[in-house]
């Protein structure tokens, strides 16, 4: 078994040996994204209600895998469970 670092910025996921090309281009987007987002600031939402949709939600639109989101919910963003769904 090996030890991958987890990529927590849109340039790691690109280089990334833990996902297919087509994941890494969805793992970028969401990231860039994220990065985007002003919680202050509605119109950097790209019409989404972060107010009402659920991170899930976010997930599915930006078609990540359960490995990808395992890592990001869990890696990343360091929660315990999968509550934060």
């Known amino acids: ?11 790691e996921a ?24 002003d919680l202050a600031d509605e119109s950097t939402w790209k019409k989404r209600d972060l107010n009402t949709m659920s991170i899930e939600d976010i997930f599915k639109h930006y078609k990540l895998g359960a490995n990808t989101v395992d890592f990001l919910g869990h890696a990343v ?6 509550d934060y769904l």
């Open 1 to 11: 078994m090996a030890i991958a670092k987890v990529p927590a910025t849109d340039q």
């Open 14 to 37: 690109l280089k990334s040996s833990l996902m297919g090309l087509i994941e890494k281009k969805n793992c970028i987007n969401f990231y860039k994204y994220v990065d985007d987002v």
């Open 77 to 82: 963003a360091l929660h315990t469970n999968d």
